[in-house]
């Protein structure tokens, strides 16, 4: 007889987790820093970096180099953090973003657009809509919990955003999500 | 920006369509190299083909003949080589039930087939943008659905 387990999970624990047991197999020491950046307290040679990248590639981590490619991704990094972390909110995000990256926001504003086709504005759209529809499929929340926790005035505010941005009012979309979920079983 | 070529297919009967999304990519920031298929079957045999190089984006018209759109995407989700290819359906039809359908079939993207040329650029420029993003974000792919 099979069965069908459904299951939640905190992404950010899982991959920080994962590069921790995988990390700790290569004896070297580190620490995971809080950007998607590991503070190694010696230099590896180039031979064992690869080693590295190649294990963590398996887990669809990849190694960034191209130095602008490595502000894009702590500037993704940031936005995460900022968007699941309701006291972080206090400040701004363009506050917040150069604080932590010790570049002006206008200087780290051109770097993202002109790498990812795309705004920081914009990104932050799409990832606040990806985490509200997270917390659609993976929580018990109400629609008006998941507003609060992600700071819309309200439920009609997100509402608003999620169509506009999706295509789809947040009913469809967990309807659409259920039956996903019924044709697995 | 990335100088890499962005590999997408499409799968659509009716020729001047073929011709204007090939005409729609030309010209945007977002390299493109793009395959075309006049049918369901011939676009089925071309990804099942020994080494080929899986396309990161499939346009997909529902009503073709020889095997339409929902049997094509049905095909990819079961398929274990497949399921991962980010699929788009490319049509004129706009009943919820289709768009739904296609949805809980696993389709990510669902576009209507624009009037005009211009807004025709402007919604493969947004599915392109999407596309991106997905593959270069953290961003979670279990829910990655949009109807544009």
């Given amino acids: 007889m099979s069965m069908t387990l459904f299951i939640k999970y905190n992404l950010d624990l899982v991959c920080k987790t994962l590069l921790k047991e995988k990390l700790d197999t290569f004896d070297v020491s580190f620490t995971i820093g809080n950007t998607g950046e590991i503070h190694i307290d010696k230099t590896l040679s180039e031979e064992k970096l690869n080693i590295i990248s190649s294990t963590l590639k398996q887990y669809g981590i990849d190694i960034v180099t191209n130095p602008k490619a490595t502000i894009v991704a702590r500037i993704k990094y940031s936005i995460d953090e900022y968007l699941r972390n309701k006291d972080l909110r206090s400040v701004k995000f363009s506050a917040y973003l150069a604080d932590k990256l010790h570049y002006s926001y206008p200087h780290l504003s051109t770097v993202f657009s002109e790498n990812t086709y795309s705004s920081i504005e914009n990104y932050i759209i799409l990832k606040k809509v990806d985490v509200a529809k997270e917390l659609m499929c993976n929580t018990d929340l109400t629609l008006t919990e998941i507003a609060f926790q992600l700071d819309y005035s309200s439920v009609a505010h997100l509402s608003g955003q999620f169509k506009k941005t999706t295509g789809l009012t947040p009913s469809a979309f967990q309807r659409i999500m259920k039956n996903k979920k019924q044709q697995l079983i | ?148």
């Fill in chain 2, 1 to 148: 920006m990335s100088d890499i070529l962005l590999n997408i297919a499409l799968a659509d009967d009716d020729e001047d369509d073929r011709i204007l999304f090939g005409e729609a990519l030309e010209g945007l920031d977002i390299r493109t190299k793009l395959s075309l298929f006049n049918h369901g079957q011939e676009l089925m045999d071309y990804l099942n083909l020994p080494n080929v190089i899986l396309p990161s984006l499939v346009f997909l018209d529902l009503n073709m003949p020889i095997k339409n759109g929902q049997q094509c995407l049905l095909e990819i989700r079961s398929n274990p080589k497949l399921k991962d290819l980010c699929v788009a359906i490319y049509s004129t039809s706009s009943s919820e039930k289709d768009i739904e359908d296609t949805f809980s079939n696993g389709a990510n993207i669902y576009v209507n087939k624009p009037n005009s040329f211009s807004k025709l650029r402007e919604v493969v420029e947004k599915v392109l943008q999407l596309n991106w993003q997905y593959h270069n974000s953290n961003l979670n792919k279990e829910t990655f659905l949009f109807r544009i």
